[in-house]
T-cell receptor, first 109, second 113 residues
Framework: RKEVEQDPGPFNVPEGATVAFNCTYS??????FFWYRQDCRKEPKLLMS?????NEDGRFTAQLNRASQYISLLIRDSKLSDSATYLC??????????WGLGTSLAVNP | NAGVTQTPKFRVLKTGQSMTLLCAQD?????MYWYRQDPGMGLRLIHY???????AKGEVPDGYNVSRLKKQNFLLGLESAAPSQTSVYFC????????????FGPGTRLTVT
């Protein structure tokens, strides 16, 4: 089993839709989690960190469920510009990030 | 403030040739990383550095060497390129390894024929 698993998608949604991605992790000792966004043929960029209490940044909400060992990303009112691959990341140990393979999102007009 | 830059952006090598990829950051970050990204494999850490003059192996270090002679630069060398090293290479940097955001360069697309 991969340490960080994501549904690769693609998720095809219309503009304005709400979409959610889940990501499961296997290391119960993982302390930190992140969502990165990667546009086609571009570098990954941090979208948001995931805190135990959950956090929200505009249309984006991230949640952590330690009991079930998953994190989620909710995107409300999807925009065309949200089309990208979303990478789930956990901090696997000192100086090491464990990267998921990504979930592809396509927002259609 | 350019962030993280990588040179070259594209390169085609023949099997057995060598090359060096250069990464530079102007954010005074202590930590620097080299990743490769392949379809179906995700981002995999090749080598990393926790400060000037230090290097350490990551998940897939074989066939690569690195050097961090200056804090702002992190070099990745391929001594004898193989087709299996065809990939997109990303450099990244961060303040520390403790979960700080990693800032990535734009990537180098390498093809080994």
């Amino acid at each position: 089993r991969k340490e960080v698993e994501q549904d690769p998608g693609p998720f095809n949604v219309p503009e304005g839709a709400t979409v959610a991605f889940n990501c499961t992790y296997s290391n119960s000792a993982s302390q930190s989690f992140f969502w990165y966004r990667q546009d086609c043929r571009k570098e990954p960029k941090l979208l948001m960190s995931v805190y135990s209490s959950g956090n929200e940044d505009g249309r984006f909400t991230a949640q952590l469920n330690r009991a079930s060992q998953y994190i989620s990303l909710l995107i409300r009112d999807s925009k065309l510009s949200d089309s990208a691959t979303y990478l789930c990341v956990s901090k696997g140990g000192a100086r090491k990030l464990i990267w998921g393979l990504g979930t592809s999102l396509a927002v259609n007009p | 403030n350019a962030g993280v830059t990588q040179t070259p952006k594209f390169r085609v090598l023949k099997t057995g040739q060598s090359m060096t990829l250069l990464c530079a950051q102007d954010m005074n970050h202590e930590y620097m990383y080299w990743y490769r990204q392949d379809p179906g494999m995700g981002l995999r850490l090749i080598h990393y550095s926790v400060g000037e003059g230090t290097t350490a192996k990551g998940e897939v270090p074989d066939g690569y060497n690195v050097s961090r002679l200056k804090k702002q630069n992190f070099l990745l060398g391929l001594e004898s390129a193989a087709p299996s090293q065809t990939s997109v290479y990303f450099c990244a940097s961060s303040w520390s390894g403790g979960g700080d955001e990693q800032y990535f360069g734009p990537g180098t697309r390498l093809t080994v024929t």
